[in-house]
């Protein structure tokens, strides 16, 4: 869909968001909390039709932000305007991090929430396989090698 | 020098490893078993199984995934046979050196099972197809 | 006694054992440079074969864990016997030709079936999973060329039953003597023949059980050290055996009696490994169904056909159907 309609479509979820923002021409950002994140990810896939591309985690804090929680960020892109949508949901719990999966409808994200569980320790619920991927069989349960705390 | 010894020298067998590599090495060479620089005038033939090898052509830095599986790999290589690091992070861990999931570099992994293990180095991020022809050629002309 | 002595010497000198043996490294050799120069490029120094096998025989012998020992060890020791009695058995019918039996031709036929079942039957001793896919590609393909193969034999046996004296139809020595290529059952005949002989050899586009590749050596993907070696030396043997037996079958034989003759027989043999290597350096390798339909479809029609003209021919007495 063309940008202008891309835009105006987003606006139907804005009580959902915290901000939205157009970085550049094909670049938008929006941002959100924890408990919204299965609805506004469900909406952006199966109601606009947007492309999944992939899904990062990181371990965030100053200066992006004033304080330090996780952040999960889900990579949409849409075919015939070429924008990319960025929907970063942040995770406020520091001890017990936990937020809904999106593999029930959108079953690419499996292997991805696998990963970042067993590197930066959040959990998926109502994820169908949240066995361990990357790390050997051998590590340490309980350390999670990207977080901030754990240096070599 | 014994007659295996000569023989050796004379058709060494590789097997290709790649544990855990960025894959650069790997296409350096498997560019370097192409006709263009015919490593088969010095007996040199890719073999797709380790129990038939002489030489391991190691590549990347040995992630904690990788290592026992690449220590498996060089017990089921017949004696005698040579071990090549290739590249930097095989080497001496590279960019890795912090790494948190590295089990070190490939001599360290080896020595663990077997610490008269013959091992010969090609450093180069990648090397250059020459440089690991010379690095076995070197190696094979040492033993 | 020394009769006993005699044929000793036969079987493991001249022409048995240690004759095929170099003279099929050495046409390894031969096919090694062929495809370095077909490719543009410098190939393997002349000894490379020889030392390839030296070198195995230096290595230790590993045994995986699962194996079931004895059939392991002795499957490539069968197949070398077999191959070596073949070849005592067809360097003395070119070299004397009076002193063989009748029915030779069977015996060879089963002998030359012989290497394939013993890959069959060490390759499924490994006890590993790798292997076990390849021991099946190898028993489809077995089933798929042998028919077509014994097919093309039996043209020939059509094509010179008339010709030869009574009783000695089956005799090697005595069709050894005509050439069937020359007409145009023989011709059909000869050429589904050689693309047998291409899938027993193991080459590409047949080389569906060793694929390098994709199997990791397949079949002999467990065999190390002395074991590989005998492999290996089997199959030199049968590079020199099985284009020795089309020459005989088809190509009208060895002329050991003068040079002219001798020096024909080589050209002959050289022919048919320099197709061979041709038909190997430029196909790419076959998946095993594709073989099979070309096996069972294309040459079995191709036999039939030149089944049916071989016995018109016979039956009327036209020498070039």
Same mark, same amino acid.
């Given at each position: 869909?063309?940008?202008?309609?891309?835009?105006?479509?987003?606006?139907?979820?804005?009580?959902?968001?915290?901000?939205?923002?157009?970085?550049?021409?094909?670049?938008?950002?929006?941002?959100?909390?924890?408990?919204?994140?299965?609805?506004?990810?469900?909406?952006?896939?199966?109601?606009?039709?947007?492309?999944?591309?992939?899904?990062?985690?990181?371990?965030?804090?100053?200066?992006?932000?004033?304080?330090?929680?996780?952040?999960?960020?889900?990579?949409?892109?849409?075919?015939?305007?070429?924008?990319?949508?960025?929907?970063?949901?942040?995770?406020?719990?520091?001890?017990?991090?936990?937020?809904?999966?999106?593999?029930?409808?959108?079953?690419?994200?499996?292997?991805?929430?696998?990963?970042?569980?067993?590197?930066?320790?959040?959990?998926?619920?109502?994820?169908?396989?949240?066995?361990?991927?990357?790390?050997?069989?051998?590590?340490?349960?309980?350390?999670?090698?990207?977080?901030?705390?754990?240096?070599? | 020098?014994?007659?295996?010894?000569?023989?050796?020298?004379?058709?060494?067998?590789?097997?290709?490893?790649?544990?855990?590599?960025?894959?650069? /090495?790997?296409?350096?060479?498997? $560019?370097?078993?192409?006709?263009?620089?015919? &490593?088969?005038?010095? !007996?040199?033939?890719?073999? =797709?199984?380790?129990?038939?090898?002489?030489?391991?052509?190691?590549?990347?830095?040995?992630?904690?995934?990788?290592?026992?599986?690449?220590?498996?790999?060089?017990?089921?290589?017949?004696?005698? /046979?040579?071990?090549?690091?290739? $590249?930097?992070?095989?080497?001496?861990?590279? &960019?890795?050196?912090? !790494?948190?999931?590295?089990? =070190?570099?490939?001599?360290?992994?080896?020595?663990?099972?077997?610490?008269?293990?013959?091992?010969?180095?090609?450093?180069?991020?990648?090397?250059?197809?020459?440089?690991?022809?010379?690095?076995?050629?070197?190696?094979?002309?040492?033993? | 006694?020394?009769?006993?002595?005699?044929?000793?010497?036969?079987?493991?000198?001249?022409?048995?054992?240690?004759?095929?043996?170099?003279?099929?490294?050495?046409?390894?050799?031969?096919?090694?440079?062929?495809?370095?120069?077909?490719?543009?490029?410098?190939?393997?120094?002349?000894?490379?074969?020889?030392?390839?096998?030296?070198?195995?025989?230096?290595?230790?012998?590993?045994?995986?864990?699962?194996?079931?020992?004895?059939?392991?060890?002795?499957?490539?020791?069968?197949?070398?016997?077999?191959?070596?009695?073949?070849?005592?058995?067809?360097?003395?019918?070119?070299?004397?030709?009076?002193?063989?039996?009748?029915?030779?031709?069977?015996?060879?036929?089963?002998?030359?079936?012989?290497?394939?079942?013993?890959?069959?039957?060490?390759?499924?001793?490994?006890?590993?999973?790798?292997?076990?896919?390849?021991?099946?590609?190898?028993?489809?393909?077995?089933?798929?060329?042998?028919?077509?193969?014994?097919?093309?034999?039996?043209?020939?046996?059509?094509?010179?039953?008339?010709?030869?004296?009574?009783?000695?139809?089956?005799?090697?020595?005595?069709?050894?003597?005509?050439?069937?290529?020359?007409?145009?059952?023989?011709?059909?005949?000869?050429?589904?023949?050689?693309?047998?002989?291409?899938?027993?050899?193991?080459?590409?586009?047949?080389?569906?059980?060793?694929?390098?590749?994709?199997?990791?050596?397949?079949?002999?993907?467990?065999?190390?050290?002395?074991?590989?070696?005998?492999?290996?030396?089997?199959?030199?043997?049968?590079?020199?055996?099985?284009?020795?037996?089309?020459?005989?079958?088809?190509?009208?034989?060895?002329?050991?009696?003068?040079?002219?003759?001798?020096?024909?027989?080589?050209?002959?043999?050289?022919?048919?490994?320099?197709?061979?290597?041709?038909?190997?350096?430029?196909?790419?390798?076959?998946?095993?169904?594709?073989?099979?339909?070309?096996?069972?479809?294309?040459?079995?029609?191709?036999?039939?056909?030149?089944?049916?003209?071989?016995?018109?021919?016979?039956?009327?007495?036209?020498?070039?159907?």
């Amino acid at each position: 869909m063309k940008l202008q309609e891309l835009l105006n479509r987003l606006s139907e979820i804005k009580d959902k968001l915290t901000k939205i923002e157009q970085a550049s021409e094909k670049r938008i950002y929006l941002y959100c909390e924890a408990e919204n994140s299965y609805a506004v990810n469900k909406f952006l896939f199966e109601d606009l039709g947007l492309r999944f591309v992939i899904e990062t985690g990181i371990d965030s804090g100053p200066p992006f932000n004033p304080i330090d929680c996780f952040e999960i960020i889900y990579h949409y892109s849409d075919d015939e305007s070429g924008c990319v949508v960025n929907l970063k949901v942040f995770i406020r719990d520091r001890e017990k991090p936990a937020i809904e999966s999106i593999t029930p409808f959108l079953p690419a994200a499996e292997w991805k929430e696998r990963e970042i569980h067993d590197i930066l320790g959040i959990d998926f619920k109502n994820h169908p396989n949240l066995k361990r991927l990357i790390l050997s069989d051998d590590w340490p349960e309980g350390v999670y090698p990207l977080r901030k705390e754990v240096k070599k | 020098m014994s007659w295996k010894i000569w023989s050796l020298k004379k058709s060494p067998w590789v097997f290709h490893v790649n544990t855990g590599a960025c894959n650069n /090495c790997d296409i350096e060479i498997v $560019g370097l078993l192409t006709p263009k620089f015919d &490593v088969e005038r010095f !007996g040199i033939k890719l073999v =797709g199984s380790p129990r038939h090898a002489d030489a391991l052509l190691v590549t990347g830095v040995v992630t904690a995934q990788a290592a026992p599986r690449l220590r498996e790999i060089y017990r089921q290589t017949p004696k005698p /046979c040579v071990v090549f690091a290739i $590249g930097a992070c095989a080497c001496e861990k590279g &960019v890795f050196t912090n !790494g948190y999931h590295v089990a =070190g570099p490939v001599d360290k992994v080896i020595k663990e099972i077997d610490p008269d293990a013959i091992i010969a180095y090609v450093p180069g991020c990648p090397p250059k197809p020459e440089a690991i022809i010379s690095g076995v050629v070197k190696a094979l002309s040492a033993l | 006694m020394t009769e006993a002595l005699q044929n000793l010497f036969w079987v493991v000198v001249f022409p048995g054992f240690l004759f095929t043996c170099f003279a099929g490294l050495l046409v390894c050799w031969v096919v090694r440079k062929v495809s370095a120069l077909v490719q543009w490029r410098v190939g393997p120094p002349l000894y490379q074969p020889f030392v390839d096998v030296v070198k195995l025989m230096g290595k230790e012998i590993l045994i995986p864990a699962e194996a079931q020992r004895t059939v392991f060890m002795m499957a490539p020791i069968v197949s070398l016997a077999a191959v070596g009695l073949l070849a005592t058995m067809l360097w003395r019918i070119t070299i004397a030709p009076k002193a063989l039996f009748v029915g030779d031709i069977v015996v060879a036929i089963y002998l030359m079936i012989l290497p394939s079942l013993g890959l069959i039957l060490g390759s499924s001793a490994s006890g590993s999973p790798h292997a076990s896919v390849g021991t099946g590609r190898e028993m489809k393909l077995v089933i798929s060329y042998e028919l077509p193969l014994v097919l093309a034999f039996v043209v020939v046996v059509i094509k010179t039953a008339g010709l030869v004296g009574p009783g000695q139809q089956l005799s090697l020595a005595a069709i050894a003597q005509y050439k069937p290529v020359l007409s145009i059952s023989g011709m059909l005949a000869f050429l589904v023949a050689l693309l047998c002989i291409q899938a027993k050899l193991g080459f590409v586009p047949f080389d569906i059980a060793e694929a390098e590749t994709e199997l990791a050596s397949g079949v002999l993907m467990e065999y190390s050290g002395a074991l590989l070696g005998i492999w290996k030396l089997t199959q030199a043997m049968m590079l020199v055996v099985l284009p020795l037996f089309l020459v005989m079958v088809f190509l009208g034989g060895f002329g050991v009696s003068q040079w002219s003759g001798l020096l024909a027989g080589v050209g002959k043999y050289l022919l048919i490994v320099v197709i061979l290597i041709l038909i190997k350096n430029t196909n790419p390798r076959m998946r095993i169904d594709q073989a099979m339909k070309f096996f069972w479809v294309y040459c079995g029609i191709t036999l039939a056909v030149a089944v049916v003209l071989a016995m018109i021919g016979n039956n009327y007495g036209i020498g070039w159907l």
